[in-house]
């Protein structure tokens, strides 16, 4: 799906009655590729501060960036860290929530002054409130910062961005199979048949699935892995005004200023330095908990027999001194349901990832089945639990491998899982 250009390509093109055109038509008329911001669903962040990864190369302005951080609701999270929008994101800082790392993505196409917004579902992982403003506050702004911008936005988020669009495009199995301005599809009657008939499908597709699928998964599979190297590179591409060595060389000059360095040295030796400080100052790697439980605390064989957890006065963090969990105590009883809600960046996964102990407890403790969990070695822990996360991950190989790796389980329970 390409949007228009500029005015005087869209009224040629409206003359025509060929008003959305594609790739090449836009590379005629001048709109190469760096004229376009790309928001992809797997979003690319830069181990760098919250300000570098929006700036990205651009200069300071700070009336837009205030701006910027406001319509991509981004402020309510910088306030929780000390130190603001220069707290370091990834290895060496902070650890961001799904829907965190899709907004700082947005700010950075955002604030860039790319005159097309190609967007690929920047709502899927925030809350709805959240949502609903990026959408009117962001999307559908009507203040300078998106004067001009045509704006592109895959979503499944129909209901509540259908009603704003000027054009929509419809795809099913790789077609487009209806396409145009949302009131004249909807007073044709078309509109909501197509929807209609594409959730039949889906619905069908679901109750007819074969063991084919599973023949055809490592052809799905390259398709899918080059798909994604594709975008990546591609996001990489769009946004990178400076090299990648050039970014390095700058960030390794700015940090050794900042140490009082003499930033003109050689790049390779100031590397050295800067490796051999952090590895002083840090003394080792951070090591992960042992996989084996002792003998005197080995779980029983059958544990957890029920799904009691208790969760009592548990603090977490991913930086020291900068807790995600403040003190958090609840009981959930065996065979409850229990959502927890709130906000993006307010600890939900967090949560989940302390009870795999992907994050250790920096205080207090959860308990699983009268369990200590902090107490058991990870894999006995981990293979008696499991997780859904955010950001999932599959492997090289079957459909039937990735849902049962180890084959411990019958066809006839893979398949019951499927269908479910």
Same mark, same amino acid.
């Given at each position: 799906?390409?949007?228009?250009?500029?005015? +005087? $390509? /869209?009224? @040629?093109? *409206?003359?025509?009655g060929?008003?959305?055109?594609?790739v090449? !038509?836009?590379?005629?008329?001048?709109l190469v590729?760096?004229?376009?911001?790309?928001v992809?669903?797997?979003?690319?962040?830069?181990?760098?501060?919250?300000?570098?990864?929006i700036?990205f190369?651009?200069?300071?302005?700070?009336?837009?960036?205030?701006?910027?951080?406001?319509v991509?609701?981004?402020?309510?999270?910088?306030?929780?860290?000390?130190?603001?929008?220069e707290t370091?994101?990834g290895?060496?800082?902070?650890?961001?929530?799904?829907?965190?790392?899709? +907004? $700082? /993505?947005? @700010?950075? *196409?955002?604030?860039?002054?790319?005159?097309?917004?190609?967007? !690929?579902?920047?709502?899927?992982?925030?809350?709805a409130h959240?949502g609903k403003?990026?959408l009117?506050?962001?999307?559908?702004?009507?203040?300078?910062?998106m004067?001009?911008?045509?704006?592109?936005?895959?979503?499944?988020?129909v209901?509540?961005?259908?009603?704003?669009?000027?054009?929509?495009?419809?795809?099913?199995n790789?077609?487009?199979?209806?396409k145009?301005?949302?009131?004249?599809?909807?007073?044709?009657?078309?509109?909501t048949s197509?929807?209609e008939?594409?959730?039949?499908? @889906?619905?069908?597709?679901?109750?007819?699935?074969?063991?084919?699928?599973?023949?055809?998964?490592?052809?799905?599979?390259?398709?899918?892995t080059?798909?994604?190297?594709?975008?990546s590179d591609?996001d990489?591409?769009?946004?990178n005004?400076k090299?990648?060595?050039?970014?390095?060389?700058?960030?390794?000059?700015?940090?050794?200023?900042?140490?009082?360095?003499?930033?003109?040295?050689?790049?390779?030796?100031?590397q050295?330095?800067?490796?051999?400080e952090?590895?002083?100052?840090k003394?080792?790697?951070?090591?992960?908990?042992?996989?084996?439980?002792?003998?005197?605390?080995?779980p029983?064989?059958?544990?957890?027999k029920?799904?009691n957890?208790?969760?009592?006065?548990?603090?977490?963090?991913?930086v020291?001194?900068?807790?995600?969990?403040?003190g958090i105590?609840?009981?959930?009883r065996?065979?409850?349901?229990?959502?927890?809600?709130?906000?993006?960046?307010?600890?939900k996964?967090t949560m989940?990832?302390?009870?795999?102990?992907?994050?250790?407890?920096?205080?207090g403790?959860?308990?699983?089945d009268?369990?200590?969990?902090s107490k058991?070695g990870?894999?006995?822990l981990?293979?008696?639990?499991?997780?859904?996360?955010q950001?999932?991950v599959?492997?090289?190989?079957?459909?039937?491998?990735?849902?049962?790796?180890?084959?411990?389980?019958?066809?006839e329970?893979?398949?019951d899982?499927?269908?479910?």
């Amino acid at each position: 799906m390409v949007p228009t250009v500029d005015s +005087r $390509v /869209a009224t @040629a093109a *409206a003359a025509d009655g060929n008003m959305y055109k594609d790739v090449m !038509d836009i590379a005629n008329v001048g709109l190469v590729l760096h004229d376009i911001a790309y928001v992809g669903q797997d979003t690319w962040l830069r181990n760098a501060t919250f300000r570098e990864n929006i700036l990205f190369g651009e200069e300071y302005d700070k009336e837009r960036y205030e701006e910027v951080l406001r319509v991509c609701a981004l402020k309510p999270d910088l306030r929780i860290f000390p130190a603001g929008d220069e707290t370091e994101i990834g290895e060496r800082g902070v650890t961001l929530s799904g829907g965190q790392r899709q +907004r $700082v /993505a947005l @700010a950075r *196409a955002v604030y860039s002054h790319r005159r097309i917004l190609l967007i !690929d579902d920047c709502l899927s992982a925030v809350d709805a409130h959240t949502g609903k403003h990026i959408l009117m506050e962001c999307l559908l702004s009507k203040t300078k910062l998106m004067q001009g911008r045509t704006r592109v936005l895959i979503t499944h988020h129909v209901p509540m961005c259908l009603p704003y669009a000027d054009f929509m495009v419809m795809m099913n199995n790789g077609r487009v199979v209806l396409k145009g301005a949302p009131q004249d599809l909807k007073a044709q009657g078309v509109l909501t048949s197509a929807l209609e008939e594409l959730d039949d499908k @889906a619905k069908n597709a679901h109750e007819d699935k074969q063991p084919a699928d599973e023949k055809d998964d490592g052809k799905d599979k390259n398709i899918e892995t080059n798909k994604k190297s594709t975008i990546s590179d591609l996001d990489k591409s769009l946004f990178n005004l400076k090299s990648e060595d050039e970014y390095t060389e700058e960030r390794l000059r700015k940090i050794a200023a900042q140490k009082n360095l003499d930033p003109n040295i050689d790049l390779a030796v100031l590397q050295g330095i800067l490796v051999k400080e952090e590895e002083r100052e840090k003394g080792h790697l951070d090591q992960e908990a042992a996989s084996e439980s002792t003998l005197e605390n080995k779980p029983p064989v059958l544990w957890p027999k029920t799904g009691n957890v208790e969760f009592e006065n548990l603090v977490a963090e991913y930086v020291p001194g900068v807790p995600v969990l403040h003190g958090i105590s609840l009981s959930v009883r065996h065979g409850e349901k229990v959502g927890v809600v709130g906000r993006t960046g307010a600890g939900k996964s967090t949560m989940s990832l302390a009870l795999m102990r992907f994050v250790e407890a920096t205080k207090g403790r959860i308990v699983l089945d009268g369990i200590d969990i902090s107490k058991i070695g990870l894999d006995d822990l981990r293979r008696n639990i499991t997780i859904i996360p955010q950001d999932p991950v599959l492997f090289n190989g079957t459909i039937r491998y990735n849902i049962d790796p180890f084959e411990e389980y019958p066809d006839e329970l893979i398949w019951d899982a499927l269908n479910r």
